[in-house]
């Protein structure tokens, strides 16, 4: 598993485990995480600033 994955993995987890949200927003959060994995194509989280989250933010805005 690749480390963005475990990471995402692991705030999964604590959504559920320790914020007990309810499985829609599970399953949301997931699927958000799993869709900003993929536009980042496996570049290190710890590699990215908030320039990059904003860049994706928009890139949201344009398509939506």
């Known amino acids: ?9 692991d705030f999964i987890y604590y959504l ?9 927003t599970i ?3 997931q699927g958000d995480l799993n869709q ?3 536009y980042i194509k496996g570049i290190s989280l ?3 600033d908030s320039d990059d ?6 890139l949201l805005r344009e398509i939506g």
């Open 1 to 9: 598993m690749l480390p963005n994955q475990e990471l995402a993995m």
């Open 53 to 58: 989250v904003v860049a994706y933010l928009l």
């Open 16 to 24: 559920t485990a320790e914020k007990g949200l309810a499985a829609n």
């Open 27 to 29: 399953e949301a959060y």
């Open 36 to 38: 900003y994995l993929e």
């Open 46 to 48: 710890g590699e990215l």
